[in-house]
C-alpha cells in the first residue's frame, strides 16, 4: 500500500514532497460519492454524523437505565433479562460508537489540514475504516437486540456480538493508523513534531494509545468467542462476557478515548486568547504523559483483583490528573496575558477540560484503596465524567473547524449556551454516581434496594443523561442547520495560528493547491499576520 494515492508529479498543483500527495480523481455526485469516497474530509464527516447518531442512542439508553435505577420497586422499563445487555450497550456504545470515533472523525478531517498535507496517508484505508466501523457497530446493535449481548441467551447472537465489536474496534486502530501516519510522515516543509498543532499531536497519541491497548481487547473477544462457540466454559460463556470487557470501561484505559481532547483545548485558546500559546513543550509533554497513564490494558482485575489496590494502579491513577492541571493551566496563564476573545469554540474547549479534570479526579481519588471505591458506581460515574467530557470536546471541536469543512458559521450565542449545558449535563450525570458509590451502590446495578440518599442521587444521574440526549439532538440540528444555510465563514474566521485556516473553506479537494511556505514556527499564521503588520507575534 503507497502512502497516498499517487505519485508527486502526477498531482495538479507542486506542493513539496513531504505535504504528500493525492490523485484527482472527481467525487461521483450525490449518495454515490459518499459511498466510494475517499477524501479525507469526507470519511470525518461521515464518521462525524453517525457518531452523533449512536452517542444519542447510548445516552438514551443511559437516561433509560438510571430512572430505572430510582426505584426498582416500581414499575419496571426494562426487562430483567435484557437489562445487562442494555448496560453494556450504553457504556460500550458511549465510548466505541460515540466520543472514540467522533474524535477520530474531526482528526481525520482536520489533522491533514493542519500539518499541510495534500491528503490523509492511505486515504483508501480511512475510508475503509469508517466503513468497518460502521458495519460492526450496525451488526453490534443488532446482536444486541437479538438476545446476544453479554449475558444474552442466544448462543448465535452472542457470537455476532463478539465479532461485530472486533470488527468495529478494527475499524478505529485503522483510522488511527491513517491519522497516527499523517501526522508522522506528511508534514509540511519545516513542521517538525515540537511544530505540530496541538490536536494533531493529542490525536497521535491518543492513536498510539489505542494501538498499544485495543488489541488486548480483540485478543478476550477471541478467547470469549471460543469459549461460546465451542462451550468450553472457561471464561463463563455469555454470563462472564461483561466481566472480561470491563476493563475498557474504567480507568486508565478510558482516558484513551478522550486524549485529543486535550490537543483541542490547547489549541483553540490561543486563537481566542489572540495570543501565543505559553510553554509550548510543557503542553507537548503533558499530552505525552496522558498518553502514559492510558495505557490501560494491564489493568484487567478480572486476572488479578489485587491489582487495583496495588501501587502501580493507585500511581497511575492519581498521575493521571496531571496533564488534565497542566493544560488547563498554561492555557488560563495565556487567557491571562492575552486579550480575550469569548467565543463558543472557547467555551466548549474550556467545559470540557473542567470536565475531564474532574473525570480524572475522581479517578485518583478513587484509586485509594481506604476508600473501597472499586466496583461501585463511583466507577459508573468517572466513566461518565471522561466520555462524556470528550464528547463535549467534539461538538466544541465541530463549531470550531466546521466552518473550515463546511464553509458556514455556527450561530455563536446559540453554541455557547448548548456547549456550557452540555457540560453541565456531564456533570449532573457524573457527579452524583461518586456519591452513590460511597454509599455501596454497585457499578452498573439496576434492580436493587436502595440505601439513604441513592434514588435522590440516581435520580439527578439519570437527569444528567437525560439532559445530555436532548442537548446532542439539539446541538446536531443546529450544526446541520448551520452548515446547511448559515453565514459564510470566509477562509479564516477566527484568525487562526495554524495551517489549516490557510487554505479555502471548505477546502479544495488536495486541500493546499498551492505550495506551502517553510514553517518556522508552531504558529505560521499568526507569525504572518505579525509580519505583514509589522509586529513581533507575542
Given at each position: 500500500m503507497t502512502m497516498t494515492e499517487t505519485r508527486p508529479e502526477a498531482g495538479a498543483a507542486a506542493l513539496p514532497a513531504a505535504s504528500g500527495s493525492t490523485a484527482l480523481v472527481p467525487e461521483s455526485p450525490g449518495l454515490a460519492g459518499w459511498v466510494l469516497t475517499s477524501d479525507h474530509k469526507r470519511v470525518g464527516r461521515l464518521y462525524i454524523g453517525f457518531s452523533l447518531l449512536f452517542l444519542l442512542g447510548a445516552l438514551v439508553i443511559g437516561a433509560l437505565l438510571g430512572w430505572e435505577r430510582v426505584d426498582a420497586s416500581d414499575t419496571q422499563l426494562l426487562d430483567d433479562g435484557a437489562i445487562a445487555q442494555f448496560v453494556s450497550l450504553h457504556t460500550l456504545g458511549l465510548a466505541f460508537l460515540g466520543t472514540t470515533p467522533l474524535l477520530l472523525g474531526l482528526a481525520i478531517a482536520v489533522v491533514p489540514l493542519q500539518v499541510g498535507a495534500r491528503s490523509i496517508a492511505f486515504p483508501r484505508a480511512a475510508a475503509a475504516s469508517f466503513w468497518l466501523?460502521?458495519?460492526?457497530?450496525?451488526?453490534?446493535?443488532?446482536?444486541?437486540?437479538?438476545?446476544?449481548?453479554?449475558?444474552?441467551g442466544d448462543p448465535d447472537s452472542v457470537e455476532l456480538f463478539l465479532l461485530a465489536f472486533g470488527v468495529l474496534v478494527l475499524g478505529l486502530l485503522l483510522g488511527s493508523i491513517c491519522v497516527g501516519t499523517t501526522v508522522l510522515t506528511l508534514r509540511a516543509p519545516g513542521m517538525d513534531l515540537e511544530r505540530v498543532p496541538f490536536f494533531a499531536w493529542g490525536s497521535l497519541v491518543g492513536g498510539v494509545a489505542l494501538l498499544l491497548t485495543l488489541p488486548a481487547l480483540i485478543a478476550d473477544l477471541v478467547l470469549l468467542y471460543a469459549d461460546n462457540r465451542y462451550q468450553a466454559g472457561f471464561y463463563g460463556g455469555s454470563q462472564g462476557v461483561s466481566?472480561?470487557?470491563?476493563?475498557?470501561?474504567?480507568?486508565?484505559?478510558?482516558?484513551?478515548?478522550?486524549?485529543?481532547?486535550?490537543?483541542?483545548?490547547?489549541?483553540?485558546?490561543?486563537?481566542?486568547?489572540?495570543?501565543?500559546?505559553?510553554?509550548?513543550?510543557?503542553?507537548?509533554?503533558?499530552i505525552g504523559l496522558g498518553g502514559f497513564v492510558a495505557l490501560g490494558a494491564w489493568a484487567q482485575s478480572i486476572y488479578d483483583l489485587d491489582l487495583v489496590e496495588g501501587i502501580p494502579y493507585v500511581a497511575i491513577s492519581l498521575l493521571a490528573i496531571v496533564p488534565v492541571?497542566?493544560?488547563?493551566?498554561?492555557?488560563?496563564?495565556t487567557l491571562a496575558k492575552g486579550n480575550l476573545r469569548m467565543a463558543a469554540p472557547l467555551v466548549g474547549a474550556l467545559?470540557?477540560?473542567?470536565?475531564?479534570?474532574?473525570?480524572?479526579a475522581a479517578g485518583g481519588v478513587g484509586s485509594i484503596p481506604a476508600l473501597e471505591t472499586y466496583g461501585t458506581a463511583w466507577d459508573d460515574g468517572q466513566f461518565l465524567l471522561v466520555v462524556l467530557g470528550g464528547a463535549v470536546a467534539g461538538v466544541a471541536g465541530l463549531v470550531y473547524w466546521g466552518p473550515k469543512l463546511w464553509g458556514r458559521l455556527v450561530p455563536d450565542g446559540s453554541a455557547k449556551g448548548l456547549l456550557t449545558l452540555l457540560a453541565l449535563g456531564a456533570l449532573l450525570a457524573g457527579l452524583p454516581l461518586l456519591v452513590a458509590g460511597l454509599l455501596d451502590q454497585p457499578a452498573a446495578a439496576v434492580n436493587f434496594v436502595e440505601e439513604d440518599a441513592s434514588?435522590?442521587?440516581?435520580?439527578?444521574?439519570?437527569?444528567?443523561?437525560?439532559?445530555?440526549?436532548?442537548l446532542v439532538l439539539g446541538a446536531a440540528l443546529l450544526l446541520l442547520r448551520a452548515f446547511s444555510s448559515g453565514s459564510r465563514a470566509g477562509d479564516d474566521p477566527w484568525e487562526g495560528h495554524t495551517l489549516e485556516w490557510a487554505t479555502t473553506s471548505p477546502p479544495s479537494p488536495v486541500n493546499f493547491p498551492e505550495p506551502i511556505p517553510l514553517v518556522t514556527s508552531d504558529r505560521p499564521l499568526l507569525?504572518?499576520?505579525?509580519?505583514?503588520?509589522?509586529?513581533?507575534?507575542?
Open positions: 466501523w460502521l458495519v460492526g457497530s450496525l451488526v453490534f446493535i443488532g446482536a444486541i437486540a437479538a438476545d446476544g449481548g453479554p449475558g444474552g466481566g472480561y470487557l470491563a476493563w475498557t470501561t474504567r480507568q486508565p484505559q478510558v482516558y484513551a478515548y478522550a486524549l485529543p481532547a486535550l490537543g483541542l483545548l490547547a489549541d483553540v485558546v490561543p486563537v481566542f486568547a489572540r495570543s501565543r500559546q505559553r510553554m509550548v513543550p510543557v503542553l507537548l509533554s503533558a492541571l497542566l493544560v488547563l493551566g498554561v492555557s488560563g496563564q467545559t470540557a477540560g473542567l470536565v475531564l479534570l474532574a473525570g480524572a434514588g435522590a442521587l440516581n435520580a439527578l444521574s439519570a437527569a444528567g443523561l437525560s439532559l445530555m440526549a436532548l507569525d504572518r499576520r505579525a509580519a505583514a503588520d509589522g509586529e513581533v507575534a507575542r
